[in-house]
């Protein structure tokens, strides 16, 4: 009888001991697989800033952290910005703010969900007659004509009474401004970073930067920061997934912060994605970030610096008119 009574206690204790584990493996698989959401965000390639926290995001698996699953997709400029003004990808992670605005005023619904990197451009050069913006009239210059590094720069060039119609632009790809500076195919080249820093450490003693004006923002509009890249998103995506934009922000958030603690490392994660790029130049861009400007910060706080950038889209007419509110998403993200 003993035993009896024995083997009946030894069976429900086995029992309630799988049904235990089976539980907790439950609970285990939804916290894994069954709660990462997935994601797919259209890039640049790089060089490019849309491009510069995505191998870290990947390498330390920081979207999974935060509950979501990152698919990247990087695109030269051209095709990202008619995949993404399709809605072919619903998530744009090179969401330059004209760009943004741009959309808006061509009917299609965008948000600007949050900021990545504010503004830093620069135009160089190893004719030592230029040293203006004005002294560029009637001279070859390279640039990525889509982006809005290059209507920013129209911007400058107009506020320094440069007349941009009387320069030949060269149209190229992010990816072949530097080949173009190294190949001196053009008078200048208009660039920003990674890819100025790349350029300036192979050929340091050929470049000089032209004056951009770029300290007399605040005299031109009242604002202080230049809010201009960061990630983008169609209304109805952003509408039926608000549960994630709180997500993939503190991604993000986690990834600029790991990446600014960690310079070293992440220099040699970042630089590995980057053609011709070396860590050390890329640890010097995280390390004093005023011209990286690595500045992510929920749109809704930053909305008067961003209505004076679609001012200065206004005064170049690269925007017919400024774009409505809904353009700046207004959610709680933080």
């Known amino acids: 009888m003993k035993n009896i009574q024995f083997l009946k206690r030894f069976h429900i204790t086995i ?9 907790i ?20 390639s790089p060089p490019s800033l849309g491009a510069f926290l995505t191998p870290i995001i ?33 998530v744009g992670g090179s969401a330059a703010l004209l760009s943004e605005g741009l959309r808006i005023d061509r009917g299609v619904k965008v948000t600007y969900l949050f900021n990545l990197f504010d503004f830093w451009g620069t135009v160089i050069t190893a004719d ?12 070859d210059i390279a640039a990525a004509t889509s982006t809005t590094n290059y209507a920013m720069f129209q911007y400058f060039a107009e506020k320094s009474d440069a007349d941009v119609s009387t320069m030949k632009v060269l149209n190229a790809e992010t990816s072949a401004l530097v080949t173009y500076a ?52 169609h209304q109805d995506w952003a509408e039926e997934n608000k549960e994630l934009i709180p997500k993939l922000y503190k991604t993000f958030k986690d990834a600029a912060e790991w990446t600014q603690a960690n310079a070293k490392e992440a220099s040699e994660i970042i630089s590995a994605t980057i053609p011709s790029a070396t860590a050390n130049v890329i640890q010097h861009l995280i390390e004093n970030n005023e011209l990286l400007g690595m500045n992510v910060k929920p749109a809704a706080e930053l909305k008067e610096d961003i209505k004076a950038v ?3 889209g ?19 993200i933080e």
């Not at 890819?195 to 930067?209: E, I, N, R, Y």
Request: a negative charge; charged letters at 30%; hydrophobic letters at 35%.
């Open 128 to 139: 030592e007659n230029i040293q203006t913006l004005k002294d560029l009239e009637g001279k």
């Open 314 to 332: 206004l005064e170049i007419n690269y925007l017919e008119k400024m774009p409505d509110d809904s353009v700046i998403y207004g959610e709680k």
């Open 310 to 312: 679609f001012e200065a």
């Open 15 to 23: 029992t309630l001991l799988l049904l235990s584990a089976m539980i």
């Open 58 to 90: 990947e390498e330390k698996e920081l979207d999974k952290e935060n509950g979501i699953d990152i698919s990247f997709v990087e695109r030269p400029p051209n095709a990202y910005n008619s995949e993404f003004a399709s809605g072919q990808y619903k």
């Open 25 to 44: 493996s439950g609970c285990s698989n939804d916290q894994t697989s069954g709660e990462l959401q997935e994601i797919e965000i259209v890039t640049f």
């Open 182 to 233: 190294e190949a001196d195919r053009a008078d200048a080249v208009q660039l920003w970073e990674p890819a100025h820093s790349v350029l300036m450490d192979k050929s340091p003693d050929k470049f000089h930067q032209v004056d951009f004006g770029l300290d007399k923002w605040e005299e031109y509009t009242g604002a202080t920061d230049i809010p201009y890249l960061g990630i983008a998103a």
